[in-house]
């Protein structure tokens, strides 16, 4: 006897739930089981619950002072150059409590949430010291008390190279892979290591010990890579068997390749490209052609994109950089779990998969994508439990 048989979905499907788990998926004509409860959609779509890859919901402060400043000509790296940007919010975070810093943060995530997000990626790198990024990755973790998600985490102590070590990104790596990524892992408090490839932050040649360590300790390695100019960010995520590498927006060809070669996820942020104004789209037809799994995320962040809205995401993932509404979809489901090693566990509708779903107020899957604003989310299951019905 199952708990809940989700009926009468768009297309004729129906969903099993056991726990907290799917149990079967198939034909409502031909149910093989009974079930508790039997729910029906009403003809709508369901989708897996959606999967946020790539995000900085963690952090005090806000930047919208520099937003306005960059409306009136001010340049992103400008700003950072002289000491606001990234290092103006590690100021913020360092003061801010573990008690603001979640309140805050959960303030976004559940605005996520009730957008259709079941699973979020979140990471650190606004502390740039131990104290910080520990408090950073502890308040990511606790965000599932307060909010119907399952929460992932990153360490991104590489971010930039904090105040106190200007003009020696090496002595802050060596603080970095010695003493704050061992703590962090000693703690469990992160599932994966990421770092910001670029001109403004550590190049390809400085990472490459990063990410061995990271390896080495047994966590999955992410980076931020070729967002602002090609550092062949692609390519040494590609060669540390990355489960992605993000952004992309300047990868050459051969990075695409080597992506392609190392089974590693492609994550499109379409959000930053926007608010950013940046009109370079990262190579989608290459990617696509190569074979490389795409995901989009909204890398929610009070820099370049301060959007808590994956549906969103998607539909400029679509307008802008050219996915298709499919593509879209399965960039915020299977390919996204699969950036977080959680392929076959969230992200998909499959026997075995936790039961995280979103019945939308749609008859096809295109309006889920094609509204700007509206996040037609009708109803949210995570782990076998409705946790939002209108
Ligand atoms: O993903 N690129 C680096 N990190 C963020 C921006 C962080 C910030 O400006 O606060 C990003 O775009
Ligand atoms: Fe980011």
């Known amino acids: 006897m199952w708990d809940l048989l989700i009926t009468d979905i768009a297309g004729g499907g129906a969903i099993a739930v056991a726990g907290e788990r799917i149990a079967w998926t198939g034909p409502a004509a031909s149910v093989p089981e009974r079930a508790t409860e039997v729910w029906s959609a009403g003809g709508r779509v369901v989708t897996p619950g959606l999967v946020d890859c790539h995000t900085h919901l963690v952090f005090g402060g806000d930047r919208s002072g520099e937003w306005e400043q960059r ?25 801010a409590s573990e008690d ?14 009730a957008r259709g997000v079941t699973t979020v990626e979140v990471k650190s790198g606004y502390g740039l010291d131990l104290d910080t990024e520990l408090r950073m990755l502890r308040v990511a973790r606790r965000i599932p008390e307060r909010v119907p998600v399952d929460v992932v985490t990153t360490f991104l ?11 020696d990104p090496d002595g802050y790596l060596d603080l970095v892979c010695g003493e704050v990524l061992p703590a962090v892992a000693a703690e469990g408090l992160a599932d994966a290591v990421d770092a910001f490839c670029e001109r403004m ?5 400085r990472l490459d010990r990063l990410l061995a360590t990271a390896t080495g300790l047994g966590l999955g390695v992410k980076l931020h890579a070729d967002q602002l100019s090609d550092g062949d960010g692609a390519a040494l995520a590609a060669r540390h068997g990355a489960l ?4 992309l927006e300047h990868t050459s060809p051969g990075g ?19 608010v950013l104004g940046d009109e370079t789209v990262p190579p989608v037809d290459a990617l696509r052609a190569a074979g490389v799994p795409m995901a989009v995320a909204t890398d929610c962040n009070p820099g370049t ?17 050219g996915l298709t509404v499919a593509e879209a979809l399965a960039g915020a489901t299977t390919h996204a779990a699969r950036a977080l090693g959680l392929a076959g566990e969230a992200g998909v509708i499959a026997p075995g998969a936790r039961a995280d779903l979103v019945v939308w107020d749609a008859d096809h899957p295109a309006q889920i994508v094609y509204w700007v604003g509206l996040d037609p989310v009708a ?11 209108a």
């Open 71 to 95: 409306l009136a000509g001010a340049g992103y790296e400008a700003i950072a150059a002289a000491g606001g940007g990234i290092a103006a919010t590690v100021r913020a975070t360092r003061a």
């Open 256 to 274: 695409v390749a080597a992506l392609a070669a190392a089974g590693t996820v492609a994550v499109l942020l379409p959000g930053a490209a926007y």
């Open 157 to 167: 102590g590489a971010h930039v190279v904090p105040p106190e070590f200007e003009g």
């Open 201 to 205: 932050a550590f190049d390809a040649a």
């Open 379 to 389: 109803a949210v299951l995570k782990r076998g439990h409705f946790v939002e019905e």
């Open 100 to 113: 603001d810093l979640l309140d805050s943060a959960v303030a976004r995530a559940a605005a996520m949430a």
């Open 244 to 247: 992605s590498a993000d952004h």
């Open 305 to 321: 994109s301060p959007l808590v809205s994956l549906p969103l995401a998607l539909h400029l993932a679509c307008t802008r950089f």
